[in-house]
């Protein structure tokens, strides 16, 4: 979820001017450019990578028994009257870790099929091209599908039966409430609004490439996900 390329000249961008862009008119209202970009892109990695090290911690911790394994299980089981956790694969954990390694895998395919023309701002570059090969041959919006998966994987992952979260904080108060709803949301907000730009992408550039993208389109008719949509 990091940016491949620099933000586009604002040159670059006035064909998609005044056009509907949900991930910038909502985003924007609450953050800056600079700091929604920065926690667009490294905030869900943030959490992820501390959900990761707890995890890790705590299962290093019950495997290797020691006066700081105690310490650390106690940090990190909530309960203090389960001393071990429950932390399992389970086969949601299992579907979460799958969707989320497949959708990074298509975003990073998406990454180096667009090369310079990937931004994460809409934008024309000069002498763009009109990519169809790839994942772009399946489906005409492959990198919001990808993000998709990533954001329903992540959920899984992190609060599935025998994770970390589950097993060892649970929901029973509040701040694990609050914190798990405040996730959620996030994790599937941003692909929410970034789909909603698959309407205006397609108008620019059908208004860019003409018949060009109208022959790509009849060969890859659906946006998202193959004969769904």
């Given at each position: 979820?990091t940016?491949?390329?620099?933000?586009?000249?604002?040159e670059e961008?006035?064909?998609?001017?005044?056009?509907?862009?949900?991930m910038?008119?909502?985003?924007?209202?609450?953050?800056t450019?600079?700091?929604?970009?920065?926690?667009?892109?490294?905030?869900?990695?943030?959490?992820?990578?501390?959900?990761?090290?707890?995890?890790?911690?705590?299962?290093?911790?019950?495997?290797?028994?020691?006066?700081?394994?105690?310490?650390?299980?106690?940090?990190l089981?909530?309960?203090?009257?389960?001393?071990?956790?429950?932390?399992?694969?389970?086969?949601?954990?299992?579907?979460?870790?799958?969707?989320?390694?497949?959708?990074?895998?298509?975003?990073?395919?998406?990454?180096?099929?667009?090369?310079?023309?990937?931004?994460?701002?809409?934008?024309?570059?000069?002498?763009?091209?009109?990519?169809?090969?790839?994942?772009?041959?399946?489906?005409?919006?492959?990198?919001?599908?990808?993000?998709?998966?990533?954001?329903?994987?992540?959920?899984?992952?992190?609060?599935?039966?025998?994770?970390?979260?589950?097993e060892?904080?649970?929901?029973?108060?509040?701040?694990?409430?609050?914190?798990?709803?405040?996730?959620?949301?996030?994790?599937?907000?941003?692909?929410?609004?970034?789909?909603?730009?698959?309407?205006?992408e397609?108008?620019?550039?059908?208004?860019?490439f003409?018949?060009?993208?109208?022959?790509?389109?009849?060969?890859?008719?659906?946006?998202l996900?193959?004969?769904?949509?």
């Open positions: 979820m940016p491949p390329t620099p933000p586009p000249k604002p961008k006035q064909q998609y001017s005044g056009k509907a862009d949900p910038k008119a909502i985003v924007a209202k609450v953050y450019e600079h700091v929604c970009q920065y926690t667009v892109a490294h905030l869900p990695q943030g959490v992820y990578w501390a959900n990761a090290f707890l995890e890790t911690a705590a299962l290093l911790a019950e495997h290797f028994s020691s006066p700081a394994s105690d310490a650390v299980l106690s940090l089981i909530r309960d203090a009257m389960r001393p071990r956790h429950h932390i399992r694969f389970t086969r949601t954990w299992l579907a979460g870790c799958a969707l989320m390694h497949c959708g990074a895998i298509l975003r990073l395919a998406c990454y180096r099929t667009l090369g310079r023309f990937f931004t994460w701002e809409l934008s024309i570059k000069k002498e763009h091209v009109l990519v169809t090969k790839g994942p772009y041959s399946v489906v005409r919006h492959p990198s919001y599908t990808a993000v998709a998966m990533i954001g329903v994987g992540v959920v899984l992952c992190h609060f599935s039966p025998g994770s970390w979260y589950a060892c904080i649970g929901w029973d108060t509040w701040a694990s409430r609050l914190f798990s709803a405040a996730w959620t949301t996030w994790c599937l907000l941003i692909p929410c609004l970034l789909m909603g730009r698959v309407n205006t397609d108008d620019v550039l059908r208004q860019a003409g018949g060009e993208w109208e022959t790509y389109a009849q060969k890859t008719p659906y946006r996900i193959p004969y769904i949509y």
